[in-house]
């Protein structure tokens, strides 16, 4: 069973960049998942596509956030990566990674809570 | 952009009735690429449907996906106590290349 747990620091100052990592175990994430995605829940609202990584070359990012986002994967480390640069109080949310297929988003991990204050 | 617009936000239900949601697109998504997800408080989501109509790995026959084109439903036959959460749905194809309804809350009334 694939397993993904996410990481990082749980409070960012505004301009700076947020990084989280998702961390892969239960399967090599070279060949468990075609897709690697991150979304993001802000407190209380609905959820959002952040981007996705598909065979560890291509990503495809949300429009409204391309130009501060980056994903990339580690196969070393078994690890997706996210970087969220100029970030402000309206990126404060849960940060969720998962693993999927273009059909759909078939694993998820249990979320890490991202606060974005000074 | 594709915009993805689910009816209604709140339904107040008792165990044991019949939940229709209701998942409305603002173009037409290819209903191998539309996907229902269930989150309960504290938790992430998890796949309910994907493909409009297959069920996911281990989610029980009273729940079911139907629809094409701009509209698509989730039914849940009898609605068991583990099944009031949030329903969300959500594209992949369009642009953005992923976008998800806005939710409706299943909850006890």
């Known amino acids: 069973q694939l397993q993904l747990q996410e990481s990082g620091p749980g409070l960012v100052k505004p301009s700076e960049t947020l990084s989280l990592t998702c961390t892969v175990s239960?399967?090599?994430?070279?060949?468990?998942?075609?897709?690697w995605g991150w979304i993001r829940q802000p407190p209380g609202k609905g959820l959002e596509w952040i981007g996705s990584?598909?065979?560890?070359?291509?990503?495809y990012y949300n429009p409204s956030l391309k130009s501060r986002v980056s994903i990339s994967v580690d196969t070393t480390k078994n690890q997706v990566s996210l970087k969220l640069s100029f970030v402000s109080a309206a990126d404060s949310a849960v940060y969720y990674c998962?693993?999927?297929?273009?059909?759909?988003?078939?694993?998820w991990g249990h979320g890490t809570l991202v606060t974005v204050s000074s | 952009d594709i915009v993805l617009t689910q009816s209604p936000v709140t339904l107040s239900l008792s165990p044991g009735e019949r939940a229709t949601l209701s998942c409305r697109a603002s173009?037409?998504?290819?209903?191998?690429?539309l996907a229902w997800y269930q989150q309960k408080p504290g938790q992430a989501p998890s796949l309910v449907i994907y493909?409009?109509?297959s069920r996911a790995t281990g989610i029980p026959d009273r729940f079911s996906g139907s629809g094409s084109g701009t509209d698509f439903t989730l039914t849940i036959s009898r609605l068991e106590p583990e099944d009031f959460a949030v329903y969300y749905c959500?594209?992949?194809?369009?642009?953005?290349?992923?976008?998800f309804g806005g939710g409706t809350k299943v909850e006890i009334k």
């Open positions: 959500q594209q992949y194809g369009g642009s953005p290349l992923v976008t």
């Open positions: 998962a693993a999927s297929a273009p059909d759909a988003l078939y694993y």
């Open positions: 173009q037409s998504v290819s209903g191998r690429y």
């Open positions: 990584l598909s065979y560890g070359v291509t990503t």
């Open positions: 239960g399967a090599s994430i070279s060949s468990s998942s075609d897709y």
């Open positions: 493909g409009a109509s």
